[in-house]
């Protein structure tokens, strides 16, 4: 049973426009999550996060907001970019994040920005 | 740049036979660990290290063992490799303010 979902594999924006990234948890128990960005034979890039605290956190293009009644977490980029262009992966963990390093993750979206 | 070096980076090994991966790390985080990346499951935590000589399992911990003997090298080990451990191996720790994992670059690995 996925306690964390991306339910769109894939995602096709124009450049310059809004992309929004979706993803659903299950688990009441998580308390903080996590965006990442995969370039193909690379690891995964850290790109923003958000505790159960809050539901909004910004950086830069980077938005992600929290909806946690709804048990859902969405990632906006503006402008999109087409460097941007890569597989996102949604993770949420228990005990407010990484010492104990147990991230569960999405299985990914892969975004594609055209110029 | 979290200064995680992992090798090999790429590897072909023969079913039974045993694998190590090494991970190192420049900046003495307490937190290490192995994830494993296969099409349709994202990543999924094998092992983790909480210090020197401690360890504890993930997710998927079968058929792998890890040690780390100092605080900068944490080894993943398959002590008799088979077809379904063919994947992306990555490597991360905690870094940052301390609720973020950090990946490595990964080692792919291919058992035959």
């Not at chain 1, 948890?25 to 958000?50: C, Q, R, V």
């Not at chain 2, 935590?45 to 079968?62: A, F, M, N, Q």
Request: neutral net charge.
């Amino acid at each position: 049973d996925q306690q964390v979902k991306q339910n769109s594999p894939s995602l096709s924006v124009q450049e310059g426009r809004i992309s929004i990234l979706n993803c659903d948890y299950t688990n009441s128990m998580f308390d903080y999550f996590l965006w990442y960005k995969k370039y193909p034979a690379e690891g995964p890039t850290f790109l923003i996060s958000i505790s159960s605290i809050k539901d909004k956190n910004e950086d830069g293009r980077f938005t992600v907001f929290l909806n946690k009644s709804a048990k859902h977490l969405s990632l906006h980029i503006v402008p999109s970019q087409p460097g941007d262009s890569a597989v996102y992966f949604c993770a949420a963990s228990v005990n407010y994040g990484g010492s104990q390093g147990n991230l569960i993750f999405g299985k990914g979206t892969k975004l594609s920005v055209k110029p | 740049d979290a200064g995680i070096t992992q090798s090999p980076r790429h590897k072909v090994t023969e079913t039974g036979t045993p694998v190590t991966l090494r991970c190192h790390q420049t900046e003495n985080h307490r937190y290490m660990y192995w994830y494993r990346q296969d099409p349709g499951h994202g990543l999924r935590l094998i092992h983790y290290s909480y210090g020197v000589k401690d360890t504890d399992k993930g997710e998927v911990s079968d058929g792998y063992s890890v040690s780390r003997s100092k605080t900068e090298d944490f080894l993943l080990t398959l002590e008799s490799a088979t077809s379904s451990q063919t994947s992306v191996y990555f490597c991360a720790i905690t870094g940052g303010s301390g609720n973020t994992i950090y990946f490595g670059e990964g080692s792919w690995l291919t058992v035959v």
